[in-house]
């Protein structure tokens, strides 16, 4: 079966970290660029990092650089999002997609997994 599968996710103080994971099943994922997006309540779902196929240059939005990091291990067909110095804007529905090419637009993936939650509380 193909698809993708989100970990990692959990109950965090402010300050803290978490590493998200994106498994993929059925398919190998270094044959595409993965892009992580988060969906907040109450808000839009936005893009916050990716990795593209072949030279895995990353991406990421401005309000997470300096804190995330995205990287692949393709020895286990798993992209991760390490999450730093977490803030409570962070709390959200953490999902991981697929894509021919890096982009921060929801339409430009194709296969999405079914998320993970991160809250960001004390």
């Known amino acids: 079966q193909v698809q993708l599968v989100e970990s990692g996710g959990g109950l965090v103080q402010p300050g803290g970290s978490l590493r998200l994971s994106c498994a993929a099943s059925?398919?190998?994922?270094?044959?595409?660029?993965i892009g992580w997006f988060r969906q907040g309540p109450g808000k839009e779902r936005e893009g916050v990092s990716c990795?593209?196929?072949?030279?895995?240059?990353?991406y990421y939005v401005d309000s997470v650089k300096g804190r995330f990091t995205i990287s692949r291990d393709k020895s286990k067909n798993t992209v991760y999002l390490q999450m730093n110095t977490l803030k409570p804007e962070d709390t959200a529905v953490y999902y991981c997609?697929?894509?021919?090419?890096?982009?921060?637009?929801?339409?430009?993936?194709?296969?999405w997994g079914k998320g993970t939650l991160v809250t960001v509380s004390a």
């Open positions: 990795i593209s196929s072949g030279d895995d240059s990353t």
């Open positions: 997609a697929t894509a021919y090419s890096c982009s921060w637009h929801e339409r430009d993936m194709e296969l």
């Open positions: 059925g398919f190998t994922l270094d044959a595409y660029a």
